[in-house]
């Protein structure tokens, strides 16, 4: 079943899911070097509902967020590793500096994201909030992150 899936068709995909009674949680991030922290915390998220769906942010929102010599894998290929994970039902790329559009289409019933933010700091928790959803924060896995990664290779 798992998917990279275009965002056009996400808003149809969500209402098939929610007619077919199916609990969805939604996450997002950049995901550019796959770390253990990224594993356990995607597969928390697809264990708080039936179906995970991963919104990823484009190559253009990388290097927005992240600075010019990020990301280090294409989105295609950040989405094909995540699809290939047992945890990941769908992933999405998409090009804004937050979710909020993506949330917006998918309306998930869970939005997720790991310890290292606090609901308060999340840009895209009154959205989810007034779609009817709940934000959860995940456990954050100390010193594992795709910086520590990149500064770990320079040395």
Avoid at 54 to 65: F, I, R
Avoid at 67 to 86: C, F, K, T, V, W
Avoid at 94 to 100: G, S, Y
């Amino acid at each position: 079943m798992n998917s990279v899936i275009e965002k056009s068709n996400l808003k149809a995909l969500a209402e098939q899911l929610r007619k077919e009674g199916k609990k969805i949680v939604c996450t997002n991030g950049c995901f550019d070097l796959l770390h253990v922290g990224h594993v356990r915390y995607l597969k928390a998220a697809h264990e708080l509902g039936d179906i995970l769906i991963v919104g990823l942010n484009s190559d253009a929102s990388v290097s927005k967020l992240k600075g010019p010599e990020r990301p280090i894998n294409s989105q295609d290929d950040r989405a094909e590793i995540l699809a290939s994970l047992d945890c990941v039902d769908y992933v999405s790329i998409f090009d804004e500096n937050t979710a909020d559009e993506f949330l917006k289409l998918v309306k998930p019933d869970i939005y997720v994201k790991g310890g290292d933010y606090a609901p308060r700091d999340l840009p895209e928790a009154p959205t989810v909030e007034a779609l009817g959803g709940r934000v959860r924060i995940l456990q954050h896995v100390p010193g594992k992150s795709t910086t520590n990664t990149i500064e770990k290779m320079k040395k």
